[in-house]
Structures are given as C-alpha cells and as structure tokens.
C-alpha cells in the first residue's frame, strides 16, 4: 500500500523516544534485566527509589525558594508498590489515600496518620472512622459527608476531626467533585457549628489537566475563602491545589513532529488516534517547575504572585503530586514471544498484556517508545523495522503499542522491550490476572553508581516479600 507516494519500504514510520536516561541505559546494558525475565518467567517492573527522592527534593526546594510553608503528599494512586510509600516515611513526605486499603497500605509502611490526606469522593464510614482516629486531614467532598463526619465526631471519645473542604473548580462547572460557592458557605455554618469537635483546616482542589495558570487562579480564590473562614472563628490556615503536575516525557521537536506526521497508517489495523487524546507528552514546564510556575503567577484579579499571597497571609501550600513524583522512577519490562510478519511490518507478541500499560485502557496509547533488549546488547541507530506490540491474550484489542514503532533491529524472541517511564499510572492501575496470568512483579533496583550497591552492579530486591 502506498502512502503519500511512496513505497511501503521507504514509508518513514514517526518516532517518540523518551528523554535519554543514563541511569537506566547502565540497567539495560547490564544484563540484569535478562537475569531477571528469565527467573520470573514473565514481565516485571523495575523501580528507582533515588529518582522519588531526587523529585522529592526538588518540589521542597521550590516551596522553601518561594519562602512559603508547604508540604508534598504522594498521590497514592499513582502506584501500588510499597517502595513509594517508604521513601514518603524515610523522607518525612506524606501520602494521599483515597480509601481503606491506601490507609492501610500508607499506616504500615510507616507514614504516621497526621501526615496523611484522605481524598476521594463520598468516602464510607470505615475510612472516616480511620482517619478521624488517625488524626489524618480529611478532605470533604460534599455537604453528606461532612454530616457523616461530624456524627463519627460526636459518637465517640476523638480528637478533633481535621478537615478541608473541597472546593468545585469554578472553570470546571461539570467537575464531580468538590462543592459550589453556595455548598462552601453552607459548610461553612456547620463547620462553625461543630465547635471544636472538629478543626477545619482550609480548602483543596484537584483540577484536570496540566495547566498551571488554572492552578494559580484557583488556588488565590481558595486563600480568600480562608480568610473569610478565619472571619468567622475557624483555623483555615492552609489550602491543598491537589496534583496535575505534568511529567515531560520526550523533547519538544521529537513530540511536534510526531503529532503532526502520525496518520492510521502508522498503526496496526489503521487504528486513528486524535492528536489532542494524548497524554501531553512533552510538557515545556514540568514537575518542580510547574509548581515554581504556579507560585510564581498573579492569581487573577490580585496584585501579587500566589507565593506572595500565602506568606502575607501565613497560609500553608499543601500540592499531592502523583505523577510527578514518580517521573523516571521506572521501566516495565517484557519479552518477546512471537514475532509474526505482516505487509510492512511485524506484529510482535509479549509476555504479559496491555493491562500492565495503563494508557491502553483510555481510548489512547502510550507513545514514548520501548527500548528493545537483544541478547548482544540495547540495538541502536536508526529505526528500520517497524512493529506493534500485541499482549499475550486472546482479545483482538490487548495491544501494548498499536503503533508501528520503528526499531533498529529486527525484533526476535527472547528479546526484551522495556518501556520508560512507567511508574507513574502506567505500571498496575488496571492490572488483573487475566487468562490466569500471573501480575508482574516489581523489582527496587539501586543503581551501579549508587551509595549501597558495593560497586560494579546494580543490586535488586522484591518490592514485596512473595506471599507464604
Ligand atoms: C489523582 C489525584 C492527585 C494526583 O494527581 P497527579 O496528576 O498524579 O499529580 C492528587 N490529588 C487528588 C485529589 C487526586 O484525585
């Protein structure tokens, strides 16, 4: 078939490589990862603790630059691995749990209750049980659940019930989550009600998207609010703006020139993705500077930047970072089952499914590309031979890339392809033991070059002790 013209050979399929990463270059070329796909019998991930504790590092670096009194909680969700959850205790970060099993997850790897926020709409009564008695910061998304919060209070012998209340963004009216202007003040009321059984703590949102502006704006509106809280007696002393800090993936070039030669043809069963179904995937500003712009900007209608805004105010800036946390914090893992050709390319077929590569579960594709593992080494150079990436199951649609990635081999079995960049929501959030297939295990590597490997190699461990 031609395109534009041309022959199928000479068809240039667009590529998308990730954002070089030294670090795990040294783990491919070491031969761990073959060491490893040989003793699972299957896909794995590999996580990089040092790459959450360098993101970490660099968002608490912004906040004290910005001179305001902040905090960074890990946005759970974003992960299940327990490693995440033990850099936040290590490094006395906390963690946003959204339910009973996060809670328990968070409170056994040892961050304490008073540095969780529980999030998450209509919450059941166990988890607001857990976090009153945990003296965790609820978030409250409506005028029910603060009425089922404040009877926990009242039914029992607690310290005060710490909350904020969840504010709809105004400029996202379809959001559901969070409480109109007229919920706020009605909140409000009842806050002031409770009296000291409880200790209102401010406001949060969470807004989609990546933007920072929005953020900004927001988050100046939710400091007046506080202002307009403590008016009436409450502490109000603080304001969550929640997560959405993006995660650059790839370079700017490479992003646009893939956006706008990418057409059906370059995927398998010409499958067509709009351009705007994306994951941004290059962001110009990122993860600390994201949160740097956001503190930086006037929020609209004021005078001064929000960073002035809180330290004139003495208000706190809480940010639950997921994504971010976790950018260049690990690979998934596969090998190369089959490998079956087709009119211009090959369609391979991996060891797991497109359920351990969550973008595939969203109408959309993960695009920055895998890196392909041969037995002789990483190949390299310029792609040539184009293929798509099946799951080892049986549905026409598990497919890990629909995309004919152009790979600088010939793909064949036994290789590996490794995925970059996937802890942040690609790894496990829509994983399931389909086909009785076994989830894959994620694997903490230390780097060659880091301070406990003794030298030489990078050293690893199971993320998990396996199950007795
Ligand atoms: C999902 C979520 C986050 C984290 O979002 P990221 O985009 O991963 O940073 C933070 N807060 C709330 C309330 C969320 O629902």
């Not at 996580?47 to 959450?52: A, M, N, S, Y």
């Not at 339910?99 to 529980?118: I, M, Q």
């Not at 069963?269 to 179904?277: I, N, T």
Request: with cysteine; proline share 8%; net charge neutral.
């Amino acid at each position: 078939m031609a395109v534009n013209g041309t022959s199928p050979l000479t068809v240039r399929f667009p590529t998308l490589p990730a954002h070089p990463d030294p670090v795990t270059d040294a783990i491919l070329d070491s031969g761990l990862l073959q060491e490893l796909s040989h003793a699972f019998g299957g896909p794995f991930h590999f996580l990089l603790p040092h790459r959450f504790d360098a993101n970490l590092a660099a968002l608490r670096a912004v906040l004290e630059e910005a001179g305001v009194d902040g905090r960074v909680y890990y946005a759970k969700k974003a992960n299940k691995a327990a490693l995440w959850i033990e850099r936040c205790a290590a490094g006395g970060a906390g963690a946003d749990v959204a339910s009973l099993g996060e809670l328990h997850e968070a409170l056994g790897h040892g961050v304490r209750g008073e540095d969780l926020v529980v999030t998450g709409p209509a919450k059941n009564d166990e988890l607001l049980r857990a976090s009153v008695l945990q003296g965790a910061l609820t978030t409250v998304d409506s005028l029910d659940e603060l009425d089922r919060l404040l009877a926990r209070t009242r039914a029992g012998p607690h310290r005060p019930a710490r909350l904020l209340l969840r504010r709809l963004p105004p400029a996202q009216p379809e959001s559901r989550f969070g409480m109109d202007g007229a919920g706020i003040e009605e909140a409000l009321r009842r806050c002031v009600r409770a009296g000291d059984t409880i200790r209102m703590e401010g406001f949060s949102f969470h807004l989609s998207g990546y933007a920072t502006r929005p953020r900004a704006d927001l988050a100046g509106h939710l400091v007046d609010l506080c202002l307009k809280a403590r008016a009436l007696g409450l502490r109000a002393d603080r304001i969550s703006i929640g997560g959405g800090l993006a995660v650059d993936y790839a370079a700017a070039a490479d992003w646009h020139a893939f956006l706008a030669a990418q057409r059906p043809a370059h995927y398998h069963a010409r499958k067509s993705f709009p351009a705007g179904g994306f994951y941004p995937y290059h962001s110009p500003v990122a993860g600390a500077a994201a949160l740097r712009a956001v503190l930086a900007a006037v929020p609209g209608g004021g005078r001064e930047s929000l960073a002035a805004r809180l330290r004139g105010t003495r208000t706190a800036l809480l940010t639950e970072p997921g994504r971010a946390l976790l950018d260049r914090a690990g690979s998934s893992v596969f090998r190369v089952q089959g490998v079956k050709d087709r009119d211009g390319y090959a369609i391979l077929t991996v060891d797991g499914t497109s359920l351990s590569l969550s973008e595939q579960w969203f109408g959309s594709e993960y695009l920055p590309e895998p890196a392909l593992v041969t037995p002789a080494g990483r190949a390299l150079g310029p792609g040539t031979h184009p293929a798509c990436v099946g799951g080892a199951s049986c549905l026409e649609s598990d497919l890990l890339t629909w995309r004919k990635v152009p790979f600088p081999a010939r793909p064949a079995v036994g290789d590996l392809l490794v995925y970059p960049n996937t802890a942040g929501y690609q790894m496990d959030s829509n994983e399931s033991p389909f086909h009785d297939l076994p989830l894959p295990p994620k694997v903490v590597v230390e780097a060659a070059d880091g301070p406990d490997t003794g030298g030489g190699r990078p050293r690893w461990r199971l993320d998990r002790r396996p199950a007795r």
